[in-house]
Protein backbone atom coordinates (compact mmCIF):
# COMPACT_ATOMS: atom_id res chain seq x y z
CA UNK A 1 0.00 0.00 0.00
CA UNK A 2 1.43 3.22 -1.07
CA UNK A 3 0.93 6.46 0.99
CA UNK A 4 -1.44 7.91 -0.83
CA UNK A 5 -3.59 4.48 -0.64
CA UNK A 6 -2.67 4.81 3.18
CA UNK A 7 -4.03 7.80 3.75
CA UNK A 8 -7.09 7.56 2.34
CA UNK A 9 -7.79 3.97 4.10
CA UNK A 10 -6.74 5.89 7.60
CA UNK A 11 -9.49 8.60 6.32
CA UNK A 12 -12.11 6.30 5.88
CA UNK A 13 -11.64 4.54 9.35
CA UNK A 14 -11.40 7.35 11.24
CA UNK A 15 -14.68 9.01 9.71
CA UNK A 16 -16.02 5.11 10.66
CA UNK A 17 -14.53 5.72 14.13
CA UNK A 18 -16.60 8.73 14.45
CA UNK A 19 -19.52 7.72 13.18
CA UNK A 20 -19.65 4.63 15.93
CA UNK A 21 -19.45 7.13 18.43
CA UNK A 22 -22.12 9.56 17.40
CA UNK A 23 -24.68 6.54 16.81
CA UNK A 24 -23.78 5.33 20.18
CA UNK A 25 -24.44 2.05 19.87
CA UNK A 26 -22.89 -0.25 22.59
CA UNK A 27 -22.50 -3.09 20.27
CA UNK A 28 -19.73 -0.54 18.60
CA UNK A 29 -17.23 -1.12 21.47
CA UNK A 30 -15.24 -4.27 19.91
CA UNK A 31 -14.88 -2.27 16.51
CA UNK A 32 -13.72 0.86 18.39
CA UNK A 33 -11.58 -1.25 20.47
CA UNK A 34 -9.55 -2.35 17.52
CA UNK A 35 -9.47 1.02 16.00
CA UNK A 36 -7.66 2.28 18.91
CA UNK A 37 -5.06 -0.16 17.71
CA UNK A 38 -4.77 1.64 13.86
CA UNK A 39 -1.70 2.26 12.81
CA UNK A 40 -2.36 6.14 11.63
CA UNK A 41 -3.02 8.39 15.01
CA UNK A 42 -6.05 10.16 13.57
CA UNK A 43 -7.45 6.65 13.70
CA UNK A 44 -6.53 6.00 17.29
CA UNK A 45 -7.95 9.39 18.15
CA UNK A 46 -11.37 9.64 16.66
CA UNK A 47 -11.09 5.98 18.83
CA UNK A 48 -10.72 7.01 21.89
CA UNK A 49 -13.22 10.03 21.68
CA UNK A 50 -16.01 7.10 20.36
CA UNK A 51 -15.38 5.12 23.25
CA UNK A 52 -15.81 8.20 25.65
CA UNK A 53 -19.32 9.00 23.84
CA UNK A 54 -20.48 5.60 24.95
CA UNK A 55 -19.74 6.17 28.49
CA UNK A 56 -23.49 5.71 29.31
CA UNK A 57 -22.95 1.84 28.06
CA UNK A 58 -22.66 -1.25 30.43
CA UNK A 59 -18.99 -3.16 29.40
CA UNK A 60 -16.78 -0.26 29.19
CA UNK A 61 -14.24 -1.63 31.98
CA UNK A 62 -13.03 -3.76 28.32
CA UNK A 63 -11.88 -0.18 27.23
CA UNK A 64 -10.35 1.18 29.98
CA UNK A 65 -7.05 -0.91 29.52
CA UNK A 66 -6.76 -0.18 25.50
CA UNK A 67 -7.26 3.36 26.19
CA UNK A 68 -4.79 3.34 29.27
CA UNK A 69 -2.31 2.11 27.21
CA UNK A 70 -3.24 5.14 24.47
CA UNK A 71 -2.27 7.29 27.25
CA UNK A 72 1.24 6.24 26.81
CA UNK A 73 0.66 6.82 22.78
CA UNK A 74 3.77 8.62 20.83
CA UNK A 75 1.23 11.21 19.55
CA UNK A 76 0.05 13.67 22.04
CA UNK A 77 -3.62 14.34 20.96
CA UNK A 78 -3.82 10.90 20.83
CA UNK A 79 -2.91 10.54 24.62
CA UNK A 80 -4.94 13.39 25.23
CA UNK A 81 -8.01 12.06 23.90
CA UNK A 82 -7.83 8.97 25.56
CA UNK A 83 -7.51 10.33 29.22
CA UNK A 84 -10.73 12.36 27.98
CA UNK A 85 -12.27 9.30 27.33
CA UNK A 86 -11.15 7.72 30.47
CA UNK A 87 -12.67 10.39 32.53
CA UNK A 88 -16.11 10.21 31.09
CA UNK A 89 -16.11 6.08 31.61
CA UNK A 90 -14.97 7.22 35.59
CA UNK A 91 -13.86 3.83 35.82
CA UNK A 92 -11.08 3.71 39.12
CA UNK A 93 -8.95 0.70 37.32
CA UNK A 94 -7.61 4.14 35.04
CA UNK A 95 -5.88 6.07 37.97
CA UNK A 96 -2.78 4.75 37.81
CA UNK A 97 -2.67 5.44 33.60
CA UNK A 98 -4.15 8.93 34.41
CA UNK A 99 -1.78 9.49 37.58
CA UNK A 100 1.38 8.27 35.18
CA UNK A 101 0.53 10.74 32.26
CA UNK A 102 -0.01 13.50 34.94
CA UNK A 103 3.29 13.24 36.42
CA UNK A 104 5.43 13.12 33.12
CA UNK A 105 7.48 16.32 32.94
CA UNK A 106 8.43 16.85 29.31
CA UNK A 107 4.61 16.20 28.43
CA UNK A 108 2.17 19.33 26.71
CA UNK A 109 0.21 21.19 28.85
CA UNK A 110 -3.16 20.43 27.31
CA UNK A 111 -2.45 16.76 28.12
CA UNK A 112 -1.23 17.38 31.71
CA UNK A 113 -4.39 19.70 32.03
CA UNK A 114 -6.45 16.18 30.63
CA UNK A 115 -5.04 13.72 32.82
CA UNK A 116 -5.56 16.29 36.01
CA UNK A 117 -9.06 16.92 35.04
CA UNK A 118 -9.87 13.09 34.13
CA UNK A 119 -8.21 12.05 38.19
CA UNK A 120 -10.22 14.64 39.14
CA UNK A 121 -13.20 13.11 37.27
CA UNK A 122 -12.62 9.47 38.18
CA UNK A 123 -12.13 10.10 42.32
CA UNK A 124 -15.20 12.06 41.80
CA UNK A 125 -17.28 9.44 40.50
CA UNK A 126 -15.97 6.88 42.73
CA UNK A 127 -16.65 8.55 45.70
CA UNK A 128 -19.77 9.34 44.28
CA UNK A 129 -20.76 5.29 43.71
CA UNK A 130 -18.99 4.85 47.27
CA UNK A 131 -21.67 7.16 49.35
CA UNK A 132 -24.86 7.30 46.70
CA UNK A 133 -28.05 7.01 49.18
CA UNK A 134 -31.53 7.62 47.91
CA UNK A 135 -31.31 10.32 45.95
CA UNK A 136 -34.27 12.63 44.03
CA UNK A 137 -34.37 12.96 40.41
CA UNK A 138 -33.11 16.94 40.33
CA UNK A 139 -35.82 17.27 37.43
CA UNK A 140 -38.97 15.26 38.70
CA UNK A 141 -38.08 14.74 42.63
CA UNK A 142 -38.37 11.34 41.84
CA UNK A 143 -36.52 8.48 43.40
CA UNK A 144 -34.10 7.07 41.55
CA UNK A 145 -31.95 3.45 41.28
CA UNK A 146 -28.32 3.56 41.79
CA UNK A 147 -28.02 2.80 38.00
CA UNK A 148 -30.38 5.17 37.37
CA UNK A 149 -27.54 7.33 39.16
CA UNK A 150 -24.28 6.16 37.56
CA UNK A 151 -25.68 7.04 33.58
CA UNK A 152 -26.96 10.05 34.85
CA UNK A 153 -23.51 11.15 36.25
CA UNK A 154 -21.65 10.07 33.22
CA UNK A 155 -23.88 11.67 30.77
CA UNK A 156 -25.19 14.32 32.09
CA UNK A 157 -23.37 15.22 35.22
CA UNK A 158 -26.45 15.59 37.13
CA UNK A 159 -28.76 12.79 39.40
CA UNK A 160 -32.33 11.81 36.43
CA UNK A 161 -34.69 9.07 36.56
CA UNK A 162 -34.99 6.83 34.35
CA UNK A 163 -37.72 8.67 32.23
CA UNK A 164 -36.21 12.15 32.96
CA UNK A 165 -33.04 10.78 31.84
CA UNK A 166 -34.44 9.87 28.23
CA UNK A 167 -36.49 12.84 28.18
CA UNK A 168 -33.41 15.49 28.86
CA UNK A 169 -31.24 12.65 26.09
CA UNK A 170 -34.11 13.96 23.56
CA UNK A 171 -33.88 17.42 24.21
CA UNK A 172 -30.51 17.42 23.82
CA UNK A 173 -30.32 15.32 20.27
CA UNK A 174 -33.44 17.22 18.95
CA UNK A 175 -31.16 21.15 20.41
CA UNK A 176 -28.22 19.33 18.34
CA UNK A 177 -29.91 18.64 15.25
CA UNK A 178 -31.47 22.54 15.47
CA UNK A 179 -27.39 23.73 15.51
CA UNK A 180 -26.16 21.52 12.70
CA UNK A 181 -29.22 23.02 10.49
CA UNK A 182 -27.76 26.30 11.20
CA UNK A 183 -24.27 25.10 9.48
CA UNK A 184 -24.71 26.39 5.63
CA UNK A 185 -21.27 28.34 4.95
CA UNK A 186 -18.29 26.19 4.11
CA UNK A 187 -14.68 27.28 4.94
CA UNK A 188 -11.84 26.31 3.50
CA UNK A 189 -10.77 23.25 4.59
CA UNK A 190 -14.28 21.51 4.13
CA UNK A 191 -15.77 22.77 7.94
CA UNK A 192 -19.07 23.86 7.63
CA UNK A 193 -19.52 26.83 10.18
CA UNK A 194 -22.50 29.00 11.04
CA UNK A 195 -21.22 32.74 10.10
CA UNK A 196 -19.28 34.66 7.93
CA UNK A 197 -17.03 35.33 10.98
CA UNK A 198 -16.58 31.83 12.05
CA UNK A 199 -15.39 31.29 8.27
CA UNK A 200 -13.05 33.81 8.70
CA UNK A 201 -11.31 32.40 11.97
CA UNK A 202 -11.73 28.70 10.87
CA UNK A 203 -9.69 30.08 7.38
CA UNK A 204 -6.94 31.50 9.96
CA UNK A 205 -6.52 28.43 11.69
CA UNK A 206 -6.34 26.17 8.59
CA UNK A 207 -3.72 28.69 7.00
CA UNK A 208 -1.48 28.49 9.63
CA UNK A 209 -1.82 25.06 9.94
CA UNK A 210 -3.53 25.04 13.44
CA UNK A 211 -5.86 22.14 13.93
CA UNK A 212 -8.99 22.79 16.00
CA UNK A 213 -12.24 21.22 16.89
CA UNK A 214 -15.65 23.25 16.24
CA UNK A 215 -18.86 23.54 17.55
CA UNK A 216 -17.68 20.03 19.69
CA UNK A 217 -20.21 19.81 22.67
CA UNK A 218 -18.53 18.67 26.34
CA UNK A 219 -19.83 19.25 29.87
CA UNK A 220 -18.28 21.81 31.59
CA UNK A 221 -19.60 22.48 34.66
CA UNK A 222 -22.69 22.17 36.47
CA UNK A 223 -24.48 19.94 34.24
CA UNK A 224 -24.08 22.39 31.11
CA UNK A 225 -23.61 21.28 27.83
CA UNK A 226 -21.18 23.96 26.73
CA UNK A 227 -20.20 23.80 22.83
CA UNK A 228 -17.17 26.13 21.97
CA UNK A 229 -16.88 27.79 18.29
CA UNK A 230 -13.23 26.63 18.40
CA UNK A 231 -10.95 24.52 20.28
CA UNK A 232 -7.28 24.51 19.89
CA UNK A 233 -5.91 20.87 20.95
CA UNK A 234 -2.16 22.03 20.42
CA UNK A 235 -2.72 25.55 22.65
CA UNK A 236 -5.81 23.94 24.98
CA UNK A 237 -6.95 27.49 23.69
CA UNK A 238 -10.97 27.90 23.50
CA UNK A 239 -12.11 30.79 21.03
CA UNK A 240 -15.62 31.77 20.82
CA UNK A 241 -16.71 34.44 18.18
CA UNK A 242 -19.63 36.36 19.99
CA UNK A 243 -21.75 37.65 16.74
CA UNK A 244 -24.92 38.61 17.81
CA UNK A 245 -25.99 41.11 19.26
CA UNK A 246 -29.63 40.66 21.51
CA UNK A 247 -29.98 40.78 24.92
CA UNK A 248 -31.23 37.43 25.52
CA UNK A 249 -27.52 36.56 23.03
CA UNK A 250 -25.75 39.04 25.42
CA UNK A 251 -27.11 37.20 28.94
CA UNK A 252 -26.24 33.78 27.20
CA UNK A 253 -22.83 34.88 26.22
CA UNK A 254 -22.34 36.33 30.21
CA UNK A 255 -23.44 32.68 31.68
CA UNK A 256 -21.19 31.01 28.44
CA UNK A 257 -17.92 33.19 30.10
CA UNK A 258 -18.47 32.81 33.32
CA UNK A 259 -18.64 28.78 32.90
CA UNK A 260 -15.36 28.96 31.43
CA UNK A 261 -14.15 30.91 34.14
CA UNK A 262 -15.11 28.95 36.98
CA UNK A 263 -13.77 25.54 35.08
CA UNK A 264 -10.05 27.83 34.80
CA UNK A 265 -10.12 27.32 30.70
CA UNK A 266 -8.53 29.94 28.77
CA UNK A 267 -10.80 31.69 26.50
CA UNK A 268 -10.47 34.18 23.75
CA UNK A 269 -13.09 36.16 22.84
CA UNK A 270 -13.57 37.77 19.22
CA UNK A 271 -16.73 40.38 18.23
CA UNK A 272 -17.59 41.34 14.79
CA UNK A 273 -15.61 44.76 15.24
CA UNK A 274 -12.12 42.61 15.86
CA UNK A 275 -12.77 40.81 12.22
CA UNK A 276 -10.49 43.62 10.88
CA UNK A 277 -7.94 43.38 13.12
CA UNK A 278 -7.91 38.60 13.25
CA UNK A 279 -4.56 38.08 12.24
CA UNK A 280 -2.98 40.28 15.04
CA UNK A 281 -5.54 39.10 17.84
CA UNK A 282 -4.78 35.78 17.09
CA UNK A 283 -1.23 36.21 16.59
CA UNK A 284 -1.09 37.26 19.94
CA UNK A 285 -3.10 34.96 21.46
CA UNK A 286 -1.14 32.08 20.25
CA UNK A 287 2.34 33.64 20.39
CA UNK A 288 5.94 31.94 19.00
CA UNK A 289 4.24 28.43 19.02
CA UNK A 290 2.68 29.68 15.37
CA UNK A 291 3.47 28.67 12.00
CA UNK A 292 3.57 31.07 9.31
CA UNK A 293 0.77 30.72 6.39
CA UNK A 294 0.66 27.57 4.79
CA UNK A 295 2.90 25.24 7.00
CA UNK A 296 2.02 22.73 9.21
CA UNK A 297 3.58 22.38 12.35
CA UNK A 298 5.00 19.06 12.80
CA UNK A 299 4.25 17.14 15.90
Partial sequence: MNR??????????????????????????????????????????????????????????????VLGELTRDPHPQVRQYALVALARIGDEAALPAC??????????EYVLRAALRAIEQIEAATKARQSFG??????????????????????????????????????????????????????ADRTVVQSRGERRIADWLHAHGIEYRYDDKFQIIQ???????????????YIEFWGLDTTDYKIGMLHK?????????????LHPSDLPHLDAKLTAALGPELSPPGQTRQA
Avoid at 99 to 108: C, F, G, L, V, Y
Avoid at 157 to 173: M, T
Avoid at 224 to 233: E, H, K, Q
Wanted: proline share 7%.
Fill in 257 to 269: QKLYQQQGKRLLS
Fill in 99 to 108: RDAAHRPDEP
Fill in 4 to 65: RQFQQSAEQARRRAVSLGEAGDPQAQAELLDLCRHPAPTVRRAAASALGKLAVSPGLDRAVP
Fill in 134 to 187: PVACSRCGGPTTDEERRLAARQFQRVYCGACFNAVFIERRNFDMKVQNHKTILA
Fill in 223 to 237: GFAVRPDFYLPRFDL
